[in-house]
């Protein structure tokens, strides 16, 4: 992290540097991580919150959970410089990203997925959409607003009219009222 903080960038980075500014040989780093992908892949991971305890509630209140959680992620990389670049330079490595992606995105997506199921099988949500297309519906629109517009509005509130508004249109409708079109 204190590299990180320097601004040192990760093509610059070798073990032997890591080991050098924590004070311990290399042999100490390579017994945890194969290499400084790995380790930075860590760094990051380290950085990001816990996924969110789920209320449990209703669908409604779990997804605005997990929304909220990526506002806060949001409004984290913008304030941290260092989070921002690790971002950044994970984008150019796809070793990197890809590591990122399967221990980070991969288990909050899954997660979701799994909210949005639960809201499906006890009719908070309507069948006939693919749960997948559900999920990125969702998230979307913060991350749009959160990392595509950095410097664009991520209100308090945020979660909840996102997850307000697409809920007013997946409900499953009445047998006995008409479907708007």
């Known amino acids: 992290m204190r590299l990180l903080e320097e601004g040192v960038p990760l ?3 070798s073990i032997e540097r890591i080991a050098r500014t924590a004070g311990v040989g290399k042999a100490t780093i390579y017994r945890r991580w194969s290499g400084k992908e790995e380790l930075f892949v860590d760094v ?6 816990d996924d969110p305890p789920l209320p449990g509630t209703s669908l409604r209140d779990d997804i605005v959970a ?3 959680q990526a506002r806060q992620r949001g409004l984290a990389n913008r304030s941290s410089a260092i989070l921002h ?3 950044a330079q994970m984008k150019s490595s796809p070793k990197i990203w890809t590591a990122y992606h399967t221990t980070v995105v991969a288990p909050r997506r899954r997660l979701g997925i799994e909210v949005l199921r639960r809201g499906q099988e006890n009719g908070e949500l309507r069948t006939d959409i693919a749960i997948e297309l559900l999920y990125d519906l969702f998230v979307g629109p913060m991350l749009l607003r959160s990392v595509l517009h950095p410097h664009g509005d991520l209100p308090d509130d945020l979660a909840e009219q996102i997850v307000d508004t ?5 409900r499953p409708v009445s047998s006995e009222a008409p479907r708007p079109r």
């Open 166 to 170: 697409l809920l007013e249109g997946l």
């Open 44 to 49: 990051v991971r380290a950085a990001e919150p």
């Open 85 to 87: 670049s690790a971002h």
């Open 11 to 13: 093509a610059e980075l």
């Open 66 to 68: 997990l929304l909220e």
